[in-house]
Antibody, heavy 117, light 110 residues
Framework: EVQLVETGGGLVKPGGSLRLSCAASGFSFSDAWMSWVRQAPGKGLEWVGRIKSKTDGGTTDYAAPVKGRFSISRDDSKNTLYLQMNSLKTEDTAIYYC????????WGRGTLVTVSS | QSVLTQPPSASGTPGQRVTISCSGSSANIGSNTVNWYQQLPGTAPKLLIYSNNLRPSGVPDRFSGSKSGTSASLAISGLQSDDEADYYCAAWDNSLNGPVFGGGTKLTVL
């Protein structure tokens, strides 16, 4: 059974940092392109960024609102995806989901990040 | 304002067929495939349709997708109360170099 479990969310002040993790199981993590997608309270889905598999270069792409502030990495030995979030803004408040594979085939349950003073 | 345009709401009675539209441009739907996601209340999104009209294993054939030009549609036949959810379309956008989502359509089963 595929499982994606996000952790690391919480309350942080504007300008602060947070690192989210996503532990994966039940599929070949090292072969999967992995993404982060967020959903602000009561709003729709917004792609944050992705990391390709190492086989496909392991490169990253980011949405414009987070480029230069957020960084995605992966540890295939631990089947874990990371999202390092710096210079956080109030508009980054959202549930952050990790999603596996190109069509976002699998999703985790999400972790809530609240940016507030 | 979402790059892909969906109606904010849709409704139908049990057993009825409903369709949800998704409108884009040549940069996204016009040149790439469309996926649809179902988000039941209080849960994470789930892949419902991929590559315009393909269903992942376990998705009932009551759900179908289609695409024409720069628009796509999700059809749900034999509507059930369990289908009450938010539905999102998505496609890669060549100009933004990333996937874009519709604003979501809240489906109500009357």
């Amino acid at each position: 059974e595929v499982q994606l479990v996000e952790t690391g969310g919480g309350l942080v002040k504007p300008g602060g940092s947070l690192r989210l993790s996503c532990a994966a199981s039940g599929f070949s993590f090292s072969d999967a392109w992995m993404s982060w997608v967020r959903q602000a309270p009561g709003k729709g889905l917004e792609w944050v960024g992705r990391i390709k598999s190492k086989t496909d270069g392991g490169t990253t792409d980011y949405a414009a609102p987070v480029k230069g502030r957020f960084s995605i990495s992966r540890d295939d030995s631990k089947n874990t995806l990371y999202l390092q979030m710096n210079s956080l803004k109030t508009e980054d408040t959202a549930i952050y989901y990790c999603a596996a594979r190109g069509s976002f085939d699998y999703w985790g349950r999400g972790t809530l990040v609240t940016v507030s003073s | 304002q979402s790059v892909l345009t969906q109606p904010p709401s849709a409704s139908g009675t049990p057993g009825q067929r409903v369709t949800i539209s998704c409108s884009g441009s040549s940069a996204n739907i016009g040149s790439n495939t469309v996926n649809w996601y179902q988000q039941l209340p209080g849960t994470a999104p789930k892949l419902l349709i991929y590559s315009n009209n393909l269903r992942p294993s376990g998705v009932p054939d009551r759900f179908s997708g289609s695409k024409s030009g720069t628009s796509a549609s999700l059809a749900i036949s034999g509507l059930q109360s369990d289908d009450e959810a938010d539905y999102y379309c998505a496609a890669w956008d060549n100009s933004l170099n990333g996937p874009v989502f519709g604003g979501g359509t809240k489906l109500t089963v009357l």
